[in-house]
Protein backbone atom coordinates (compact mmCIF):
# COMPACT_ATOMS: atom_id res chain seq x y z
CA UNK A 1 0.00 0.00 0.00
CA UNK A 2 1.54 3.47 -1.16
CA UNK A 3 0.85 6.06 1.52
CA UNK A 4 2.00 9.60 1.06
CA UNK A 5 4.90 10.02 3.68
CA UNK A 6 3.99 11.69 6.56
CA UNK A 7 0.08 10.86 6.28
CA UNK A 8 -1.63 8.26 8.36
CA UNK A 9 -2.31 5.01 7.07
CA UNK A 10 -5.82 4.96 6.89
CA UNK A 11 -8.82 7.22 7.29
CA UNK A 12 -9.94 5.64 10.15
CA UNK A 13 -7.40 7.80 12.47
CA UNK A 14 -4.94 5.26 13.10
CA UNK A 15 -2.38 2.37 11.96
CA UNK A 16 -3.77 -0.90 10.83
CA UNK A 17 -4.91 -3.01 13.99
CA UNK A 18 -6.06 -6.10 11.75
CA UNK A 19 -2.60 -8.02 10.33
CA UNK A 20 -1.29 -11.40 9.52
CA UNK A 21 -4.53 -13.49 9.91
CA UNK A 22 -5.73 -12.18 13.02
CA UNK A 23 -9.05 -12.57 12.00
CA UNK A 24 -9.26 -15.99 10.53
CA UNK A 25 -10.98 -18.56 12.03
CA UNK A 26 -8.28 -20.68 12.73
CA UNK A 27 -6.20 -17.94 14.42
CA UNK A 28 -6.26 -19.53 17.90
CA UNK A 29 -4.75 -22.62 15.89
CA UNK A 30 -1.77 -20.23 14.82
CA UNK A 31 -1.18 -18.84 18.06
CA UNK A 32 1.41 -20.09 20.52
CA UNK A 33 1.12 -19.89 24.74
CA UNK A 34 3.19 -16.35 23.34
CA UNK A 35 0.43 -14.94 21.45
CA UNK A 36 0.35 -13.69 18.10
CA UNK A 37 1.70 -10.43 16.94
CA UNK A 38 0.78 -7.97 19.87
CA UNK A 39 -1.80 -10.12 21.43
CA UNK A 40 -0.78 -13.02 24.33
CA UNK A 41 -2.81 -16.20 23.64
CA UNK A 42 -5.63 -15.13 26.48
CA UNK A 43 -6.11 -11.57 24.72
CA UNK A 44 -7.03 -13.74 21.55
CA UNK A 45 -8.92 -16.20 23.44
CA UNK A 46 -10.89 -13.06 24.72
CA UNK A 47 -10.95 -10.99 21.51
CA UNK A 48 -12.17 -13.43 18.50
CA UNK A 49 -15.43 -14.36 20.56
CA UNK A 50 -16.34 -10.73 20.76
CA UNK A 51 -15.72 -9.59 17.23
CA UNK A 52 -17.94 -12.68 16.34
CA UNK A 53 -20.54 -11.71 18.98
CA UNK A 54 -20.26 -7.66 17.73
CA UNK A 55 -20.21 -8.50 13.79
CA UNK A 56 -22.23 -11.65 14.02
CA UNK A 57 -23.95 -11.44 10.48
CA UNK A 58 -20.10 -11.76 9.26
CA UNK A 59 -17.85 -14.28 8.87
CA UNK A 60 -14.06 -13.20 9.95
CA UNK A 61 -12.71 -13.57 6.59
CA UNK A 62 -15.22 -10.79 5.26
CA UNK A 63 -14.84 -8.62 8.31
CA UNK A 64 -10.86 -8.62 7.57
CA UNK A 65 -11.21 -8.00 3.65
CA UNK A 66 -13.78 -5.14 4.19
CA UNK A 67 -11.58 -4.04 6.82
CA UNK A 68 -8.88 -3.62 4.44
CA UNK A 69 -11.00 -2.56 1.45
CA UNK A 70 -12.77 0.37 3.64
CA UNK A 71 -9.60 2.31 3.50
CA UNK A 72 -9.21 4.97 0.95
CA UNK A 73 -5.86 4.00 -0.21
CA UNK A 74 -6.20 0.36 -1.17
CA UNK A 75 -7.79 -0.45 -4.35
CA UNK A 76 -7.00 -4.11 -3.82
CA UNK A 77 -6.61 -6.97 -1.79
CA UNK A 78 -5.15 -10.19 -2.47
CA UNK A 79 -5.37 -12.51 0.23
CA UNK A 80 -3.97 -16.08 0.60
CA UNK A 81 -5.94 -19.02 -0.29
CA UNK A 82 -4.46 -22.62 0.29
CA UNK A 83 -7.85 -23.82 -1.27
CA UNK A 84 -10.26 -23.51 -4.31
CA UNK A 85 -12.75 -23.03 -1.12
CA UNK A 86 -11.00 -20.42 0.57
CA UNK A 87 -10.49 -18.69 -2.81
CA UNK A 88 -14.39 -18.81 -3.32
CA UNK A 89 -15.21 -17.54 0.15
CA UNK A 90 -12.65 -14.90 -0.20
CA UNK A 91 -14.37 -13.75 -3.22
CA UNK A 92 -17.09 -13.40 -1.52
CA UNK A 93 -16.17 -11.69 1.13
CA UNK A 94 -14.99 -9.25 -1.05
CA UNK A 95 -18.02 -8.84 -2.85
CA UNK A 96 -20.25 -8.27 0.43
CA UNK A 97 -21.27 -5.14 1.55
CA UNK A 98 -18.45 -2.49 3.21
CA UNK A 99 -18.43 -2.31 6.74
CA UNK A 100 -20.47 0.73 8.12
CA UNK A 101 -19.42 3.20 10.62
CA UNK A 102 -20.42 1.46 13.57
CA UNK A 103 -19.03 -2.06 12.71
CA UNK A 104 -15.57 -0.02 11.82
CA UNK A 105 -16.14 1.35 15.33
CA UNK A 106 -16.04 -1.79 17.17
CA UNK A 107 -13.08 -2.77 15.39
CA UNK A 108 -11.36 0.25 16.50
CA UNK A 109 -12.73 -0.10 19.72
CA UNK A 110 -11.89 -3.92 20.38
CA UNK A 111 -8.26 -4.35 18.66
CA UNK A 112 -4.52 -2.95 19.73
CA UNK A 113 -2.86 -0.75 17.30
CA UNK A 114 -0.39 -3.15 15.37
CA UNK A 115 2.59 -1.41 14.13
CA UNK A 116 4.38 -3.81 12.18
CA UNK A 117 7.92 -3.25 12.76
CA UNK A 118 10.40 -6.07 11.34
CA UNK A 119 11.88 -4.97 8.10
CA UNK A 120 12.63 -1.92 8.82
CA UNK A 121 15.97 -0.04 9.52
Given at each position: ?87 RDNCQAANSPSLSKTELDILKRLTKVNKYESH??
Amino acid sequence: MAVPFGQQTDQHDRPWPLAKGLLSEKMLEKANEDGYLDYSYHELKDLLPQIKDKLSDRKLNETAIQYVLSHQSVATVVPGASSVQQLRDNCQAANSPSLSKTELDILKRLTKVNKYESHRN
